[in-house]
């Protein structure tokens, strides 16, 4: 059997991720966002790279995550705007990519996903809302799928790698609340 290596499954799973988010329409107005590499790099580093199981699930939880970045989006589109119905299109396509993958799998792995984006959703409604937010708020908004995808394949998400993905994203945050994370981080076991 041939040894897998990291990259070239990332390269696999970003290649499935395109060509899964190919819709005539969403094409052809260029509404899908780049494959973010760094999060699904990060994902993959926590799985058994020949688990076809891990690999699914890897898929699953980067069309939650695509799906909610996705409707975050429409938010920054004028009502009633072609690009707002696109987002929202596109965000959907994501999520039923997810569900469709999901479906697979156990229900309690459905159960668990589920709870978790109803719980980002709420993180995101609170970012969006408020300017005093916590850093578990923001982390839940951000990475709280990555958690979950990981604590179901009994993994830590907070490798080194997922430390420095998580510092790079958290430029939007106060000089206090990147204090804060990076205490946070330093006290993390990865």
Not at 76 to 94: E, H, I, K, T, Y
Not at 135 to 145: P, Q, R
């Amino acid at each position: 059997m041939e040894q897998w290596t990291n990259e070239s499954v990332v390269t696999d799973l970003a290649r499935q991720i395109e060509q899964r988010m190919t819709h005539p329409y969403l094409t052809r107005h260029e509404i899908v966002p780049a494959v973010d590499m760094p999060l699904l790099r990060w994902m993959v580093e926590l799985i058994d790279e020949e688990s076809t199981e891990q690999q699914q699930l890897v898929l699953a939880t980067y069309f939650a995550h695509q799906a909610l970045e996705l409707h975050d989006q429409v938010k920054d589109c004028p009502n009633g705007s072609l690009a707002r119905q696109l987002n929202v299109l596109a965000g959907d396509f994501a999520s039923a990519q997810f569900y469709k993958i999901l479906a697979r799998f156990p229900t309690d792995f459905s159960d668990r996903f589920g709870r978790t984006v109803q719980l980002v959703n709420g993180a995101k409604c609170t970012l969006a809302l408020d300017d005093e937010i916590s850093v578990s708020t923001w982390m839940e908004a951000n990475f709280g799928l990555v958690k979950t995808f990981a604590e179901l394949i009994g993994q830590t998400y907070l490798t080194s790698y997922g430390k420095q993905i998580i510092e790079q994203r958290a430029t939007t945050l106060h000089k206090e609340q990147r204090e804060q994370l990076s205490a946070l981080l330093a006290h993390a076991v990865a």
